[in-house]
């Protein structure tokens, strides 16, 4: 009876994997092509003159990778975009999300303005902020001046232009946690708050003690999204500063774009690439065992 059993279960299977092949054929070739093809132009020297050619130059490009100061700078200044940004968009996040959820009325008009930011491209939301922040005309750039806190091309200064590109982008995604945490926190248990409260728990302790605990995986998933996107951010920066000024908010991205279509150094940019990715996965690795150790202790 097994032996009969298995000869259709083995059928149905090869008949799906058939059924699949088309679909999984179609995949590897729009993932695994390219990304082979970028590894194998990381160690040559491409060129466009006369159409595309090869040069073999071996670890060249990696060398190049690993002892450019400007490649160094970059990628400085984006964990400091990556901190700051982060770090503002999961406290006030969380904070928006707490004071939502403690509404008793009219929740749900807030969350339709807070989620507003969210929809807009970031392509638009650069071209806002340049314009809002242009020296002759910008609305906030006047503000700043007729209050005396700066009086100069905010986008033009090396200082408050990354101060700048980072509140865009805390702007922007700030109701994305803050979503995600509003999503956790209805599932802590009322029953608990309740006993809780009862017991004479003031807010912060039940914060400390009942709701932050209940929702850290929330957190974490939360914290997980933002980083992935941080790491690849772009659209933004390009728009308003393109770098500037003096390269001071030239993350890494940017600096990839501008070796790969300012000067076409196609073989050094596919390497600089590749270890964009490479650390992508490590802060994808660090995060879900960081999940994973939250789910065993829960």
């Known amino acids: 009876m097994a032996l009969l059993t298995a000869k259709p279960s083995a059928r149905r299977q090869g008949f799906e994997l058939a059924m699949m092949s088309p679909a999984l054929f179609l995949l590897a070739l729009i993932t695994l092509v390219p990304f082979f093809s970028i590894i194998w132009m990381s160690f040559n020297d491409v060129s466009l003159m006369g159409g595309l050619t090869f040069e073999f130059s071996g670890l060249d490009n990696w060398q190049r990778v690993f002892t450019d100061p400007d490649i160094r700078s970059s990628w400085l200044i984006s964990l400091f975009y990556f901190l700051a940004t982060v770090g503002l968009e999961m406290i006030l996040g969380t904070v928006m999300a707490l004071l939502v959820y403690s509404l008793t009325r009219g929740s749900n008009i807030i969350i339709s303005l807070l989620l507003i930011p969210m929809f807009i491209a970031p392509v638009i939301v650069g071209l806002l902020g340049r314009?809002?922040?242009?020296?002759?005309?910008?609305?906030?750039?006047?503000?700043?001046?007729?209050?005396?806190?700066?009086?100069?091309?905010?986008?033009?200064?090396?200082?408050?232009?990354?101060?700048?590109?980072?509140?865009?982008?805390?702007?922007?995604?700030?109701?994305?946690?803050?979503?995600?945490?509003?999503?956790?926190?209805?599932?802590?248990?009322?029953?608990?708050?309740?006993?809780?409260?009862?017991?004479?728990?003031?807010?912060?302790?039940?914060?400390?003690?009942?709701?932050?605990?209940?929702?850290?995986?929330?957190?974490?998933?939360?914290?997980?999204?933002?980083?992935?996107?941080?790491?690849?951010?772009?659209?933004?920066?390009?728009?308003?500063?393109?770098?500037?000024?003096?390269?001071?908010?030239?993350?890494?991205?940017?600096?990839?774009?501008?070796?790969?279509?300012?000067?076409?150094?196609?073989?050094?940019?596919?390497?600089?690439?590749?270890?964009?990715?490479?650390?992508?996965?490590?802060?994808?690795?660090?995060?879900?065992?960081?999940?994973?150790?939250?789910?065993?202790?829960?």
């Open 131 to 298: 314009f809002m922040l242009d020296p002759s005309h910008g609305l906030y750039a006047w503000l700043l001046n007729e209050t005396g806190l700066f009086d100069g091309n905010i986008l033009g200064s090396v200082g408050p232009a990354m101060v700048a590109v980072i509140l865009m982008d805390v702007w922007e995604w700030t109701p994305l946690v803050a979503l995600i945490v509003l999503a956790g926190l209805a599932s802590v248990p009322e029953d608990i708050l309740e006993a809780a409260e009862m017991d004479g728990a003031q807010y912060g302790q039940k914060l400390l003690y009942i709701i932050l605990p209940s929702i850290s995986n929330i957190l974490l998933v939360a914290l997980l999204i933002r980083a992935m996107d941080a790491i690849r951010f772009f659209a933004i920066i390009f728009i308003t500063t393109n770098g500037g000024p003096a390269d001071s908010t030239k993350i890494i991205p940017i600096r990839l774009y501008d070796i790969a279509f300012r000067f076409f150094d196609l073989g050094y940019a596919a390497a600089v690439g590749i270890t964009m990715l490479a650390f992508s996965i490590l802060v994808a690795n660090a995060f879900m065992k960081l999940l994973k150790r939250q789910e065993k202790r829960s």
